[in-house]
């Protein structure tokens, strides 16, 4: 099992940027697919981005693709989502989440048996 703890969230005004990070337990960090997520208000979970156990492959929702990027530092147990030119719309609870199984493009909510508490990110017009 992993657990995962979110940090980073905040207010940051529109075109700003801001770094979540993912914390990580468990020895057995880097053999899971590692995923970032959020969810509006009134709104269901959407996927954003995964990297996959070597970071060599990544995918990203085409909402962020091109403004966001998502990382890992295995030896640090912690992934990252950097997030650039940030619109109001990109104002949710932001989740970061980890599964073993599946390939690099199993994007859907239910595949992924674990995740963080999440952490709210506020973008200010």
């Known amino acids: 099992q992993v657990q995962l703890v979110e940090s980073g969230g905040g207010l940051v005004q529109a075109g700003g940027s801001l770094r979540l990070s993912c914390a990580a337990s468990?020895?057995?960090?880097?053999?899971?697919?590692m995923g970032w997520f959020r969810q509006a208000p009134g709104k269901q979970r959407e996927f954003l981005a995964v990297?996959?156990?070597?970071?060599?492959?990544?995918y990203y929702a085409d909402s962020v693709k091109g403004r966001f990027t998502i990382s890992r530092d295995n030896a640090k147990n912690t992934v990252y989502l950097q997030m650039y030119s940030m619109k109001p719309e990109d104002t949710a609870v932001y989740y970061c989440?980890?599964?073993?199984?599946?390939?690099?493009?199993?994007?859907?909510?239910?595949?992924?048996?674990?995740w963080g508490q999440g952490t709210q990110v506020t973008v200010s017009s």
């Open positions: 990297v996959s156990w070597s970071s060599s492959n990544t």
């Open positions: 989440a980890a599964r073993e199984r599946g390939s690099l493009y199993t994007i859907q909510v239910k595949e992924y048996p674990y």
């Open positions: 468990g020895r057995t960090f880097s053999r899971y697919y």
